[in-house]
């Protein structure tokens, strides 16, 4: 046998190989050109509650946009990375993650939390450092308020808030015709208590008043004695802020005593988490917003084809979505200020020329020095579940209600 | 409102169940070893997993659904017994392991190293558990369907009968062998003095052994249990075991008809109280736990005072 040279299928190797070190050879440029990479920080629970996977979600969103910047050349012509600091959901990892991601990271942003609660409990470090912080999950009213009247604030959101919600759906029950008497119905969580705060100030704005407030715990699985007492009531709507188990078992209690009042929730509806809890007959009662209807633009399916691989479930692309606008908007206002260094972010994005096509929506001026929220109650779809599959709810109710029915 | 009460009632049975055959899970490894198993609440929410994996296992590809939604095909016939089975079985054997390493090198020295080295058992089984399966609660069909049965104005699952059902004959059974069998007696010496026991000829490590593979294998039973009715999650039986606790502390640890009726009254406190005002739940359940061992430190029926080290 005599020695040739290379074959084709050599050939075809040597490119496979090629091909496959790629991301790596790839990854040494860019660690090479690593003084001039631009760090986004993301911090947020990726691993340890329930919620973990709202942030996973979250993080692919922001990759996705990350990998399209890179491709236009990057920001002020520096490649942006994002550094990932998984706070397990403890209010004290997520802390002891800002400061690392701002003082030894150096990050000009960062990305997060996934749960509220954490949000809550460093805010006041990036306000500090002068960090701009990007939330796309957590949906806290207070999360984007100035830690004091007129103080700087460097805490902005794409995403859901609760007060946005809490004034959406009071909005829907007062117009409703076949409302009647309401009550509330809260979880004794944070979350949930933060929300009935919400309703009863929103209610109060609206001129509603609840005829019953009951509460329940978060792992209750029997909630008939709650019920029955907004029964003994007369309530007919009930307000419900809970996450998305309770709900659920909420719904199973409903047909235990055989009480079915009109239910608005919370967006936790929306977690498969609800729909295991409820099973699919009972879930498709309660009616609840979110920020991404699942009556989907070309624009937003090709985006949901492009990472659906990549999430956990279908009702978490919405926080992918949040991600990626969030993550264009900062690189849009680090673009106009010229410069990556908080302050000047921050005024950036609180006067953000031209628009911007995102996914959730074209933003417009989407911040304003008081307004940290870039998604408000003309943002929300009204979404249901039909047969075990998130829908697009609507009624003469929902087309007839009008911006000046948001109120509070 | 004699439906309401009817209502409370048979949902405070219901919970209570289950709160009781952990509590006798606490008091079947205390009056054998006088240690307890702090990682109870991960085995539970662990054995409510496996179980999950193992229907999802026996229905195989197509009608079983996926992992994190099966479907009420998945729990029918024998897959259920049969994954109660063999949850019952890997955690009777996780309970040995758990004896093995992370209690008998601390049993009866100085100083409480196996109530850390329980509760970092049950912190790695959690964590492996997050790892391999992540944190989203899974849905548990319930091999009895989901209709609501009537009972005079009362509505309740099946699984909620099935699982008061379940407790009480495995707690009549339990009681049963410990008093009649002459296993249960070797276990009631044990219990009694350990040493005088072995002078009798009684294999004190293997009654020990037993007692902590019978206690895990009851939480995973208890898993398998409660899962249908409030979803599986590995955090689900943290809650369940420290009311299952508080109703063995309220009956008396080492009395294992007490902690039964321990975690029954719990459960029908708490549903009494949500009647009354459901946010003053834990204040009024825990009040009354503080009451109770001010008066009686050993529990309503405990006997014995506890070892002081």
Not at chain 1, 72 to 78: D, F, I, N, Q, Y
Not at chain 1, 108 to 118: F, I, M, Q
Not at chain 2, 62 to 81: D, H, I, K, Q, V
Not at chain 2, 253 to 280: H, K, T, Y
Request: contains cysteine.
């Amino acid at each position: 046998m005599t020695i040739q040279g290379p074959t084709r299928r050599d050939l075809g190797r040597g490119t496979l190989a090629a091909l496959l070190a790629m991301p790596a050879l790839a990854g040494r440029a860019l660690a090479q050109g690593q003084g001039q990479a631009m760090k986004l920080g993301f911090n947020g629970d990726l691993s340890a509650s329930p919620s973990a996977q709202s942030g996973r979600a979250a993080v692919v969103g922001i990759e996705a946009a990350i990998e399209d910047l890179n491709k236009e050349g990057g920001v002020l012509g520096r490649p942006l990375s994002l550094t990932l600091r998984d706070d397990l959901s403890q209010p004290p990892k997520s802390i002891q993650n800002m400061s690392d991601l701002i003082d030894n990271e150096r990050v000009v942003a960062v990305l997060g939390p996934t749960n509220s609660g954490n949000a809550l409990a460093w805010r006041h470090i990036p306000n500090g450092k002068r960090v701009p912080v990007m939330g796309c999950i957590g949906s806290a009213t207070d999360i984007t308020k100035p830690m004091r009247e007129g103080a700087d604030n460097y805490m902005f959101r794409v995403g859901s808030v609760d007060r946005t919600q809490v004034v959406t759906i009071m909005g829907y029950a007062k117009k409703n015709p076949r409302t009647g008497r309401i009550g509330f119905l809260t979880e004794t969580t944070g979350y949930g208590q933060g929300g009935l705060k919400d309703l009863v100030e929103v209610a109060q704005a609206q001129g509603l008043a609840p005829a019953a407030n009951e509460k329940f715990n978060v792992n209750d699985t029997d909630m008939t004695s709650q019920l029955a007492k907004l029964r003994a009531a007369g309530v007919e709507t009930a307000l419900v802020w809970a996450q998305g188990t309770p709900i659920g078992q909420l719904m199973r209690s409903m047909e235990k005593i055989d009480y079915f009042p009109t239910v608005l929730t919370s967006w936790a509806a929306d977690n498969l988490s609800f729909i295991n809890a409820a099973g699919p007959r009972l879930a498709e009662k309660p009616i609840f917003l979110r920020t991404v209807s699942e009556d989907r633009t070309p624009h937003q399916q090709a985006f949901f084809e492009r990472i659906r691989p990549r999430i956990d479930a279908d009702s978490a692309f919405s926080f992918s979505v949040h991600g990626y606008d969030g993550t264009m908007l900062l690189a849009r206002a680090i673009q106009q200020a010229g410069r990556a260094d908080g302050p000047a972010v921050k005024e950036a994005l609180e006067d953000l020329r031209g628009t911007l096509a995102g996914y959730a929506k074209t933003y417009d001026k989407p911040f304003s020095r008081t307004e940290h929220d870039a998604l408000g109650a003309a943002d929300q779809r009204w979404t249901c579940w039909r047969d075990a599959k998130l829908a697009a709810f609507s009624d003469e109710v929902v087309r007839g209600l009008r911006p000046e029915d948001f109120k509070g | 409102m004699t439906a309401t009460l009817l209502q409370a009632l048979v949902s405070g049975l219901a919970i209570g169940g289950i709160y009781a055959l952990i509590a006798l899970s606490f008091s079947i490894t205390f009056t054998t070893t006088r240690t307890l198993n702090f990682a109870q609440g991960e085995f539970i929410g662990f054995g409510a997993f496996l179980g999950v994996a193992v229907l999802y296992a026996l229905s195989g590809s197509g009608e079983g659904g996926s992992f994190a939604a099966l479907t009420p095909a998945a729990s029918e016939g024998f897959r259920y017994p049969a994954a109660t089975l063999a949850v019952g079985v890997a955690l009777g054997v996780l309970g040995l392991l758990l004896f093995l390493v992370a209690v008998r090198p601390f049993a009866g020295k100085p100083g409480m190293s196996w109530v850390m080295s329980t509760i970092g058992f049950g912190i790695i089984l959690q964590s492996l558990g997050l790892a391999v399966w992540g944190p989203a609660p899974v849905n548990m069909p319930s091999p009895f369907g989901s209709e609501v049965l009537r009972l005079g104005g009362a509505g309740v699952r099946p699984q909620e009968v099935a699982v008061l059902a379940a407790a009480v004959l495995l707690m009549v059974g339990l009681d049963v062998t410990m008093r009649r069998t002459r296993l249960g007696k070797a276990m009631r010496a044990v219990a009694h003095d350990p040493g005088v026991a072995a002078l009798m000829g009684i294999n004190v490590g293997a009654v020990m052994l037993g007692a902590f593979a019978l206690s895990s294998a009851l939480a995973g039973l208890g898993g398998m249990l409660v899962a249908p009715i409030a979803s599986a999650s590995l955090f689900m039986g943290m809650g369940i075991a420290l009311k299952a606790f508080s109703g063995a502390i309220l009956g008396g640890l080492d009395n294992p008809r007490g902690c039964i009726f321990g975690g029954f009254a719990l459960g029908l406190l708490e549903s009494g109280v949500a009647l009354w005002q459901a946010q003053w739940r834990e204040i009024a359940v825990f009040l009354l736990i503080i009451l109770v061992l001010a008066i009686r430190p050993n529990g309503l029926f405990g006997r014995r005072a506890l070892d002081k080290v």
